[in-house]
């Protein structure tokens, strides 16, 4: 009799440990792993000529504290009377101390609704009247805030037009300082 309890009392801490593990199992698989950050802009615009637009993204902090050269991203865009989006993704969770965007090499006018800045779980919109608020312009480009449109034009026969964000706000995106 002792001996059948005892065998008893075996299966059923064997039949136990199983459970137990199974249910540790199920538990590990239900784990959310966070998606890594990552900077994603999007310009809401429209343009009279054909061209191509990049958005560089310079001085990156990697995760060693190191600061790796520059990742560019180039979309061509072309004229239309509606508004398109253009999307860059910054790759992986790192902080750029640099944001450029270029804005190709033939004169135009590109009118600007807005620009959509999304890291973490920051999301901030510029309007197209606040470009000349968020970001420096360099010769080759003229700002009107009041009708949204960002002029490119050609000195001397180059042009190199090139908006560049201002450091506050990229402090303030990725929470620095």
């Known amino acids: 009799m002792k001996k ?3 065998a008893l009392f075996c299966i059923a801490l064997i039949v136990a440990c ?3 593990e199974a249910i540790k199992e199920v538990t590990k698989a239900q784990e959310v792993v966070k998606a890594p950050s990552k900077l994603v802009i999007t310009i809401d615009s429209k343009t009279d000529t ?3 637009l990049q958005c560089v993204f310079s001085k990156i902090e990697l995760k060693n504290n190191n600061q790796k050269g ?3 991203i ?5 004229p239309n009377e509606q508004y398109s989006s253009s999307t860059f993704e910054m790759f992986g969770d790192y902080v750029t101390g640099n944001v450029q ?3 190709g090499s033939k004169p135009k006018k590109i009118t600007v609704n807005k620009m959509l800045f999304k890291y973490e779980d920051k999301e901030i919109i510029v309007n197209g009247n606040d470009v000349k608020r968020y970001f420096a312009a360099n010769k080759f480009v003229k700002i009107d805030a009041n009708s949204n449109i960002i002029e490119t034009v050609s000195i001397g026969g180059k042009s190199q037009p090139t ?3 201002r450091q ?3 402090n303030r995106l990725f929470s620095l300082k």
Do not use: C
Not at 74 to 78: G, H, M, N, R
């Open 4 to 6: 059948l309890v005892l």
């Open 18 to 20: 199983k459970q137990e």
């Open 50 to 52: 054909k061209d191509n």
């Open 70 to 72: 520059a990742y560019v």
């Open 74 to 78: 180039t979309e061509a865009f072309s």
């Open 101 to 103: 965007l270029r804005l």
């Open 163 to 165: 908006l560049t964000l």
């Open 168 to 170: 506050g706000f990229i």
